[in-house]
């Protein structure tokens, strides 16, 4: 499902984390953004999942299923800019939703 490296240099993203599969979202899940990121490439099958940003300054960052979306209907990887030390928080739209996602910058 995930992009192979040279896929992702297609798409002018270079990785800074490897990819991470996540299967657990019928609640929100927040995800710290490392330093050196500027962005999240994401991907989702089976159902679609929802986000939102935050700065580092926010303690507590819930995704709701009114948030943006990602539709399990892109065949490509999203790319999410987020904002240095951010945070970024994922929940899906129905069961079963799996995200993989990768940082990069």
Known sequence: MFP???QI???SAIPVSLPVTNALLSSS???DVPD???GVMVQCSAQDVHFRV???QTTTLTATTSD???SVNNLTPVII???PGGRIAFIE???TATLVYAFVR
Request: proline residues 12%.
């Open 36 to 38: 050196d990121a500027t």
């Open 9 to 11: 240099m297609q798409q």
């Open 4 to 6: 192979n490296p040279s």
């Open 29 to 31: 899940v927040t995800i």
């Open 68 to 70: 943006f979306r990602i």
């Open 81 to 83: 800019p987020l904002p």
């Open 93 to 95: 739209n129905a069961a």
């Open 54 to 56: 935050g700065t580092g």
